[in-house]
């Protein structure tokens, strides 16, 4: 089959990543000796702070592969039509960027087990034992991660909440309703709401409270507790929440709810930390001071998150490349280019004491966060479900803004 390729362009790279490949160095490869040619590699990274995150990180493999060309596949994910083909046909990329844990469970027979290569080269240095199960398949390794982005946030709006007279610290979803309804009389939206994933967050997030970690991974195994008072009491929690905020639109998504909290008519906004560089940039407002952050009330002893993890298909063309780019993801030269770049946690925490002045003040606190919260897989963005069970638990909450009835919501949950 024809195999598109753009080509990514390596100059012009934001001065951050020169200041962090700088200050960490990279492993430097001579033409003599190291891999070179063509590598193709599917990430999904095409515009914003996380295309500059990789141009970030292109330039580390430039470091350490000189002789290698980076070109960009053509789909984000695995469920993407065409890399999913391209898998099935033997003809894949030489890398792609996956979720891990269920999601990367339905591809492992496709995929290169990397444990002789990640202990030869060093590539689980300084990762929390506990990401791991999200990165092995029947106890083999298969992915390594990148970075992580944090999912489990609330965005507030500091002072249009001080106004209204509901401000101040939110412990639990309960808490969270309170707010809202203090809020109610003098907001426009007191809690914004995207689109169906956004919607499918907060449920997760009213799960996950009422839960806690484990028999909330427990709901997506076969038998879970779909019918106990806890998950009946969270899903009224939902339907709570979602009387106080701004209708969900099935186009919309997290930008339009972050623009209701940015300007000035949303009190509140739970979504990922993508949200910061988001409001930073786009809307020119100051961290701490124009908004706020904090764990999603009920969640704050968890840090979940999707993980940026990379592949190597066992079709791979250019597998000496591949395991070079594998380098970049797993070292620390990569890892604080990307994600300095993009307000998210590199999956390390054995980081140089010096890095926390290459990140903003929400980044800042999310490094210590990774470091002291358990890692916990999402739902709406992450690996704890394959992209099609995700999917359908989108299309479920998507209905469930139509229905409004939680008995449903948790039929239609439980049969994933």
């Known amino acids: 089959m024809p195999i598109r390729r753009r080509q990514v362009l390596l100059g012009g790279l934001a001065a951050l990543a020169g200041t962090a490949l700088a200050r960490y160095g990279s492993a430097a490869a001579s033409s003599a000796n190291g891999p070179s040619g063509l590598l193709e590699v599917a990430t999904g990274w095409t515009s914003g702070p996380e295309q500059n995150g990789l141009q970030a990180m292109l330039a580390a493999l430039k470091g350490r592969a000189p002789d290698v ?9 695995p469920s993407g039509t065409d890399l999913a083909r391209r898998l099935a046909d033997g003809l894949p990329p030489d890398s792609f960027r996956c979720c891990g844990g269920a999601e990367l469970a339905e591809l492992a027979d496709r995929l290169e087990p990397l444990d002789g290569p990640a202990r030869a080269r060093g590539w689980l240095t300084g990762l929390p034992a506990a990401v791991l199960p999200r990165l092995r398949v029947r106890g083999a390794l298969y992915a390594v991660p990148a970075g992580v982005r944090r999912t489990n946030l609330l965005w507030t709006s500091p002072a249009l909440l001080a106004a209204a007279g509901a401000a101040g610290p939110v412990a639990d979803p309960a808490a969270l309703l309170a707010r809202l309804r203090q809020a109610a009389g ?13 919607v499918l967050q907060l449920a997760e997030t009213v799960l996950l409270a009422a839960h806690g970690p484990d028999a909330f991974a427990a709901l997506w195994q076969p038998g879970g507790p779909w019918g106990s008072p806890a998950t009946a009491g969270a899903l009224r929690t939902l339907d709570a929440l979602l009387e106080l905020a701004a209708p969900p639109a099935a ?6 709810a972050a623009r209701l909290l940015g300007t000035g008519r949303a009190g509140f906004l739970l979504t990922g930390d993508w949200a910061d560089t988001w409001l930073r940039d786009t809307l020119d407002l100051r961290p701490g001071t124009d908004y706020g952050w904090a764990a999603a009330p009920g969640t704050g002893g968890l840090f979940q998150s999707r993980l940026d993890a990379f ?24 890892q604080i280019a990307l994600n300095g770049a993009r307000a998210a946690a590199p999956a390390r925490t054995d980081l140089p004491g010096s890095t926390p002045a290459l990140f903003g003040p929400y980044a800042r606190w999310s490094l210590d966060e990774w470091r002291t919260r358990r890692p916990v897989d999402s739902l709406a963005h992450g690996g704890l479900l394959p992209a099609g069970r995700r999917a359908a638990a989108r299309a479920a909450a998507a209905a469930f803004t139509g229905h409004r009835d939680s008995t449903r919501l948790a039929r239609d949950l439980a049969a994933l």
Do not use: M
């Open 69 to 77: 060309t980076f070109v960009a596949g053509d789909s984000s994910a």
């Open 186 to 198: 003098t907001v426009a939206a007191p809690l914004a709401v995207g689109g169906p994933t956004e």
């Open 251 to 256: 186009d919309a998504d997290w930008t339009d």
């Open 311 to 334: 592949a190597l298909p066992r079709a791979a063309r250019h597998r000496p490349a591949a395991l070079a780019w594998l380098d970049v993801c797993a070292g620390l030269d990569g």
